[in-house]
């Protein structure tokens, strides 16, 4: 949570993001912090692409020439071990999957697999 980690000080960001967090912690107190940060996580880094809900349908999704996976398929995950997940997230994936090895934390990207896991539609046919 409190990592003392040296990013990037945009203070609308801090003061929105702040403001987030804590009406979030208001809404769900208890099922903070790990859950909402890795989903404020996911939606700024992964979300334009991959879509909020993960069905690969984010607004620079079109602007890809390449097909994006479906993370609400139960398919996908099945055909994926958290291994191959992380490798993906970390080395990043041709032609158009960037590479988050230098900018995430492993506990960060492990969260991100654990998260897209949980966007599969239970019952997804
Ligand atoms: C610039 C757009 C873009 C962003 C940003 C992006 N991805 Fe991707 N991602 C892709 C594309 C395109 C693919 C499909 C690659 C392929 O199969 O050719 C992909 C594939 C994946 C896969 C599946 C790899 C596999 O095993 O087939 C995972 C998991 C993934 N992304 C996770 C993430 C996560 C987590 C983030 C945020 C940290 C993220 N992506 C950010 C474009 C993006």
């Given at each position: 949570?409190?990592?003392?980690?040296?990013?990037?000080?945009?203070?609308?960001?801090?003061?929105?993001?702040?403001?987030?967090?804590?009406?979030?912690?208001?809404?769900?107190?208890?099922?903070?912090?790990?859950?909402?940060?890795t989903?404020v996580l996911y939606?700024a880094r992964?979300?334009?692409?991959?879509?909020?809900?993960?069905?690969?349908?984010?607004?620079?999704?079109?602007?890809?020439?390449?097909?994006?996976?479906?993370?609400?398929?139960?398919?996908?995950?099945?055909?994926?071990?958290?291994?191959?997940?992380?490798?993906?997230?970390?080395?990043?994936?041709?032609?158009?999957?960037?590479?988050?090895?230098?900018?995430?934390?492993?506990?960060?990207?492990?969260?991100?697999?654990?998260?897209?896991?949980?966007?599969?539609?239970?019952?997804?046919?």
């Amino acid at each position: 949570m409190r990592s003392g980690s040296p990013s990037s000080r945009d203070d609308m960001g801090v003061a929105t993001c702040g403001l987030l967090m804590l009406a979030l912690s208001l809404a769900f107190p208890g099922s903070l912090p790990a859950q909402s940060d890795t989903k404020v996580l996911y939606d700024a880094r992964c979300g334009s692409c991959h879509g909020v809900g993960g069905a690969g349908d984010g607004a620079a999704a079109k602007a890809l020439k390449v097909p994006l996976p479906s993370f609400t398929d139960s398919a996908f995950a099945a055909g994926r071990t958290d291994e191959e997940l992380t490798a993906s997230i970390a080395n990043g994936k041709a032609p158009m999957m960037p590479a988050f090895g230098k900018q995430l934390k492993p506990e960060q990207i492990k969260a991100l697999v654990a998260y897209i896991r949980q966007l599969r539609k239970p019952s997804a046919k």
